[in-house]
């Protein structure tokens, strides 16, 4: 690697570019807290230097002069995500890209907004409903996640029952690729827009995104108190199926609710089950025939109890807030994984079978992504400060994950952590596929090395299955109470 | 709602509890003018973990305690926080360690020399604490007065800076106007101690508040009004630990004033102008206190009120706030400059705030991006209205 050219970008970006120890530590880590013992002597994840570009041509710039010493690079803007998505692997230059922000240009006529790529969702979000626009899909770490991220993520969230995935609302991008053009990408040109959804910065810096929005039209929400799982899916199966479609499922299994309500975060029904909020966006018959929907399947599930409206406002207003479960930690581990939506059912007695033999409690929520698919996140809690046993823990993720294998589910995102289960996530040959295309776009292998594409070595699906079956083991006999 | 739902256990333990989710980030002034994580809450807290949760010392160092004074005390990341972190007093107790491990930034020691000296923030001796109302009709009607109806506790900065003096030269008018029976602590005001509690001290803030209580318990008065918003903050949050069963109404002034417009004591007279309102961030989010000055302003006839594109719980601090001056001048002006940008947007002629700091850091940022947007604290508008 060359320091000479590292000194040298360091001098052109001035105060924009930083070698601090402070910063590399910071930037060396997103939100998964995995333990240094288990990062440091496999991994390279303290950048060598870290440069905020303001513009395009300043991604482009970088970039190139990265690619022309073999640099690598890792694209960074919110740092969401828990797998080390944003976090080298191999040092090289972070670009922390959160300078790129803002709307470019709204095409109220045709219905769609061309905006920065680290915009935040809720801040585009915002910008949208000032206008009676809004966005047609979100993730549910809106005030977090960038636009250009989420693309990067694939993109399933709140909303994308009625509207798909995020990709599917994408006219077009603009892109640095890998050898430091820039480029307008659609689904028309080569490389294609799909190409790049789920890519996780390996195969270029999304810079721009247009994206379609939709009318901001007034909402109705329904929570409803299902004591079964097996019944909840039928509910969720009957709204699916009826006249209008939810914009938006989300269900917190009994253990997630009674986990806030112990922590005095949820006032929903003190009676065991899970909740089920039905969100509607629509115009005024809609909202009425969800009435209509809601009390039909009342009068069907005699169980099915509907809750409150101020429960189920509440529940809204604190959609990008699961994450406050934390509090009863203090840390959370977990998996997060897509599932079918007939499968969740078998998969919540299954993990509730397992927490009985690993004396733990798994929480889950679920949040309906399309007629046929959930996003599933299973956790529980830990403590960091018992590094032994906190990485032994880590085991159960395995677990959760396997669970969810068994039921149809694969992880949600790759990055490194989830490199494991690449086999359950891509077939062979979608796999060919995808390293054809990095290997079209980054042949030197700059771009984000060490995701997505293979498993390192230490992390082998054999080696990394033995280690998690030990540990389990361990966690199994002496975990009581952990 | 504000701030003072947010939960808080101890520095350790919050530090694990930080999900790290980056919601902060967006609404963390200092993290939006400066850019590095490093600036952000959720850098901060990520080392603080490291530093008193991991027991990792090593992370202790310059750099770090540098980042943790740049902090206005806001609240806006609190308010923000995915976990319900009480950030605001995260940062108070991150700063009381540093000061306990005898890291304390330089900035603060001056600050710190004059409260402990004349029991205010300047090197002014706090006997001349009245010397701003020389210009008022009866200035001896300010001297504590036993029974009187109202304690109006001026604040070091409006007791002791010319321009902020306005403020307090205002709210003595409209209450003799009101013909409020009222008073002032004069030379025996002290410093509401929130200088002390944002830069490490809170063993001193509380000395300094327990005497102002004693005070006021001893002239047997039971009404309080403040009107710069973190002397408000910091008695509506430290004074019940000394009251000891006294009852004792604590009121911002614009709280007490729309009470006496609505009362028919005080009658407003019209003006034609657009006004936009800035809410103190120690008056509105960590506060509770979004109303009153918003109900005065609309009981001006002629006035249209344009709101800020942040406002109420999601408003822009002025970068006046948590001693980052006497740290960093330059960040609270890039801050200030962030929020003149929003002013100018909504195309107002008037700026008011109910806040002598955030007047301050308005006004000379207003003036150096030559803006003719006027500034003015809550108390000049009524004061130029006044029936």
Known sequence: ?482 | MSNHNKTYNTLEQESLICARCGYCRGVCPVYRAIGWESASPRGKLSIARQVFSLKDQQKLDDEFVHRVTQCTLCGACAQACSTDIDLRRLYMDLRERIAGMGLAPKGYTALQANLAANRNITNFANQDRLDWAQDVDDPEQLEPRAGAEVCYFVGCVSSFFPQASEVALSVTEILTEAKVDFTTLGGDEWCCGFPLLASGRPDEAREFMQHNVERIKALDIHTFIASCPSCYHVWHQGAPEFLDGYKLEILHSTEYLIRLIKEGRLTLGEMEARITYHDPCDLGRNGGVFDAPRAIIQAIEGVELVELAHNRMQSLCCGGGGNLQSVDAELAGAITAMRVEEIKATGAQIVVSACQQCEQMLSAAIRKAGLKVKVMDISQLILEVLG
């Open chain 1, 1 to 482: 690697m060359s320091t000479m050219t590292l000194q040298s970008i360091q001098e052109e970006y001035g105060d924009r570019a930083t070698a601090s120890p402070l910063e590399r530590e910071l930037y060396s880590r997103d939100l998964g807290p995995v333990p240094a013992l288990m990062v440091d002597p496999l991994f390279r994840t303290r950048p060598d230097l870290i440069v905020r570009p303001g513009t395009t041509e300043e991604i482009a710039n970088l970039v190139r002069r990265c690619g022309a010493e073999g640099i690598p690079v890792t694209p960074r803007a919110g740092a969401s995500t828990v797998f080390f998505n944003a976090v080298p692997v191999k040092a090289g230059v972070v670009i922390d890209l959160n300078a790129l922000t803002g709307v470019v240009a709204l095409d109220e006529a045709g219905m769609t907004v061309t905006v920065k790529a680290s915009t935040t969702w809720s801040d585009l979000e915002a910008y949208l409903n000032a206008g009676s626009l809004a966005c047609k899909t979100v993730p549910s770490s809106a005030p977090a996640a960038t636009i250009g991220g989420w693309l990067c993520m694939m993109g399933h969230g709140i909303g994308s029952l009625k509207y798909g995935s995020l990709l599917s609302q994408v006219r077009s991008i603009e892109a640095v690729l890998p050898d430091g053009t820039v480029k307008r990408i659609s689904r028309t040109t080569e490389p294609s827009l799909d190409w790049f959804a789920a890519s996780e910065g390996t195969l270029g810096i999304i810079t721009e995104v247009e994206l379609e929005v939709r009318p901001l039209r007034p909402m109705r929400h329904f929570l409803l108190h299902i004591p079964d799982n097996h019944a909840a899916v039928q509910v969720m199966n009957l709204l699916m199926a009826a006249q209008v479609m939810p914009y938006n499922l989300h269900f917190s299994d009994s253990c997630f609710v009674r986990a806030m309500q112990d922590l005095g975060l949820s006032q929903a029904s003190p009676n065991p089950g899970g909740l089920l909020l039905v969100d509607y966006e629509g115009g005024t018959d809609e909202l009425a025939e969800a009435g209509i929907t809601i009390q039909k399947i009342l009068k069907e599930y005699t169980s099915v109890t509907l809750l409150s409206e101020s429960l189920a406002q509440t529940e809204w207003d604190e959609r990008y807030k699961s994450i406050r479960i934390k509090r009863g930690g203090p840390a959370v581990l977990g998996g997060e994984l897509l599932l079918p939506v007939n499968s969740l059912a078998g998969y919540l007695d299954d993990i509730r079978k397992m927490a009985d033999v690993y004396s733990v409690n798994f929480l889950s929520y679920a949040h309906v992504v399309s007629p046929e698919q959930a996003l599933v996140m299973s956790m529980f809690f830990a403590d960091e400060t018992k590094t032994l046993q906190y990485i032994i823990n880590l085991s159960l993720v395995k677990k959760i994950q396997d669970a969810g294998y068994r039921h149809g589910g694969c992880p949600y995102g790759i990055g490194l952590w989830n490199t494991p289960y690449l086999r359950r996530i891509y077939s062979s040959s979608q796999l060919t596929v995808i390293r054809e295309r990095k290997r079209k776009l980054d042949p030197l292998g700059i771009m984000n090395p060490g995701k997505v594409y293979r498993t390192p070595f230490m992390l082998n699906a054999l080696n990394f299955s033995l280690g998690m079956e030990v540990l389990a083991g361990v966690r199994r006999i002496f975990g009581k109470g952990w």
